[in-house]
């Protein structure tokens, strides 16, 4: 290439000034060596050759103003080129110096019309799996729930391993790990130092490598010095990467509001996380869907956020007693079919919602309430059919407000369901403020059973 | 002299080890392999063929050939920050591969979806090309877990800067690669400017060679600009891990001829220091004079392989620049993948 255009020094530089001249007619150059002086109202920078030849002619004058970007400034020859084969495309081009091929191939592309965005793929979900008929269905904590998944997700395969705080000899923060380093030695089961970022980090890179960590975070709240390896690095890996690097793995832990802790220790992340494409985020309520996705989350072949609750850790259940069950990701639960109002929550929220529902069947009103268990992919076909049917929707989280699921929902339904609605969305949220510490103060911040019945009344027009 | 795991110094070996002329040409290649894929990638940013950010290797090449020299490719992993061109063209990825990539064509390494510093390869065990300055030193003492984990053998070299070398994660990471003794070899590339802040003016300590002092990870400080110390350097380093001993902190001095990035015109150091650098300690010019030094090389056959490399990478510029742009579809692909 013997033109030498004028180059740019930033995506968004148009022209500049040739400053000065370096090099003249005649001279000899080779890679690296600095030919000109570029100057814009930003920055100064020198133009280097990228070949080695003899400068033959230079075609803008040092102190011109406004030279556009890849216009030919000079032409260097290599070794055997000849004057007239370097000259010819020059003189063609020189009156429109716009049309040297790469901005002619630019001008293009830009007078081209742009490609319509392609529509994004449908998610669709898979139903839970039959269970056996008269399977043994047996009560059990969701702690104890969670225990049996990863313990049933480590003896099925040796490249699942656990990390985190006080997950092995102290035998988890919350008993979550109980027994686990007994069983599976020291090897698979570690305690980690008080680094959430480094020891995320680490996890991730051990997830690029083949492995499939399970990282305990002794609470969500401690994951925000790691939420850059859990966006930037694992989230994002698969699509940096042109599907070549996978992340499988699953970050856990207590999410949401504690009790009496205060404001740096209580808050709710389904949001947060919920945003991120390329990060799969669940939120179970029960025992058994607890122990059902934690299992498919450790074998699912991507980044896996799973929220659980300390104020839900010793609550129990039923679960189904068979050899593997796992649950899908990415479906909702209706937790119990209804005509007049849709009630949906996840996690704690489902606590309140459940008790509010059972107040409103036994005063008349007839409650669909979905349980959304997975909040990325959101299963809002299940929200929508449902809405569809009662025309009423009414959402609980812990959450803040601004740019929750309750939001989402909300945007969804009118994107989708606008004209079966007989009642504007109704979000019952925590409040938006940080967790105050005082009892009064707090049981205010979050959510209750009454602002649940009081916003089904609401919508159902009773109150 | 193998060093014990202790806080104290090491100190780079005195004598400069000698290459054979294999390893003098090997060195030539891959180094003159990197100038002219770099400069050429900076002509191309400055065409408007290359977008955003755009890091160039340039000065460096020494760090990264020697150290893959010492290596075994295909099995030891490499992780580096978005300064990674280099790294990969040494490590045997395809330059056309690379350069597409860095003009976003489907052609290139991630589809044209990762861009300069956002490509891996698992089969070479590159790991990235990663933007987030520091996130790789945890991402490659994962690695290094990995390795540990499966007992494959393998060494984790992980490289960072100067500047990331202030993060605090990487001293997360230091701590628990000597707690658990994981084979990690971190590399320190110190081209003495973080962006455009020296290391005097943002490091209370500027031998960052002793960083792993307060965890006894040995280290030592190496002349980035000479091969050949790389080579010996990394070949005891690698040793060290992979022998179950743990980590160990290589600092390379070494030098970017060219901004931060294409956008930084590099006003905060003097020209005399770059010229100086380029005159008189350039990697390649070192291994050229030593190359014809010796006589069995004449000036031919350097331009001959020259000629070479200046066609695999016009072949490379070629394609990137012709290769159409990724389908829109790709916009939605490889964001989760379908259990």
Known sequence: MPQILMPALSPTMEEGKLAKWVVKVGDQVKSGDVLAEIETDKATMEVESVDEGTVSEILVEEGTEGVKVNTPIAVVLAEGESASEAAAPVAETAPEPAEAPVAAAEKAAETAPAAAVPAAPKFEPQADPDLP?????????????????????????????????????????YKITQGLLQEFGKERVIDTPITEHGFAGLAVGAAFAGLKPVVEFMTWNFAMQAIDQIINSAAKQLYMSGGQVKAPMVFRGPNGAAARVGAQHSQDYSAWYSHVPGLTVIAPYSAADAKGLLKAAIRSPNPVVFLENEVLYGSTGLVPQ?????????????????????????????????????????????????????????????????????????????????GGIGAELAARVMEEAFDYLDAPVTRVTGKDVPMPYAANLEKLALPNVDEVIAAVNAVTYRS | MARKATATKAKTQPNVPQFTQEQELEAFREMLLIRRFEEKAG??????????????????????????????????????????????????????GVMAELTGRQGGLSKGKGGSMHMFS???????????????????????????????????????????????QVYESFNMAKLWN???????????????????????????????????????????????????????????????????????????????????????????????????????????????????????????????????????????????????SELWTDITIKA
């Open chain 1, 133 to 173: 008929e008269g399977v043994e269905m047996v009560e059990m904590t969701v702690r104890q729930a969670l225990n049996e998944a990863m313990a049933e997700e480590l003896r099925r395969d040796k490249d699942v391993f656990i990390m985190g705080e006080e997950v092995a000899e102290y035998q988890g923060a």
């Open chain 1, 322 to 402: 068979v050899d593997d069950f796992v649950l899908p990701i990415g479906k909702a639960r209706i937790a119990r079919k209804g005509a007049d109002v849709t009630v949906v929550s996840f996690s704690m929220g489902m606590r309140y919602a459940t008790q509010a529902t059972e107040k409103l069947v036994a005063a008349g009103v007839d409650v669909e309430l979905i349980d959304l268990r997975t909040l990325r992919p959101l299963d809002s076909d299940t929200v929508i059919e449902s809405v569809k049917k009662t025309g009423r929707l009414v959402t609980v989280e812990e959450g803040w407000p601004q």
């Open chain 2, 43 to 96: 002509q191309m940013y400055g065409m408007g063929l290359i977008g955003g950010f755009c890091h160039l290797y340039i000065g460096q090449e020494a760090v990264v050939t020697g150290i893959t020299m010492a290596s075994e490719k295909g099995k030891d992993a490499q992780i580096t920050g978005y300064r990674d061109h280099g790294h990969m063209l040494v490590m045997g990825l395809d330059p056309k």
């Open chain 2, 122 to 168: 698992n089969e070479h065990r590159f790991y990235g090309g990663n933007g987030i300055v520091g996130a790789q030193a945890s991402l490659g003492t994962g690695l290094a877990f990995a390795s540990k984990y499966t007992g494959d053998g393998s060494v984790s070299i992980t490289y960072f800067g100067d500047g990331a070398a202030n993060q605090g």
């Open chain 2, 182 to 328: 994981l084979p990690v070899v971190y590399i320190i590339e110190n081209n003495k400017y973080a962006m455009g802040t020296s290391t005097e003016r943002s490091s209370a300590t500027t031998d960052f060679s002793m960083r792993g002092a307060s965890f006894n990870i040995p280290g030592e400080q190496v002349d980035g600009m000479d091969v050949r110390m790389v080579y010996d350097a990394a070949q005891r380093a690698i040793e060290h891990a992979r022998s179950g001993k743990g980590p160990y902190i290589l600092e390379m001095l070494t030098y970017r001829y060219r901004g931060h990035s294409m956008s930084d015109p590099a006003k905060y150091r003097s020209k005399d220091e770059v010229t100086k650098y380029r005159q008189e300690r350039d990697p390649i010019e070192q291994v050229r004079a030593r190359l014809l030094e010796g006589g069995s090389i004449t000036e031919e056959e350097l331009k001959k392989i020259e000629t070479d490399i200046r066609a695999v990478v016009t072949e490379a510029a070629d394609f990137a620049t012709n290769d159409p742009e990724p389908d829109a």
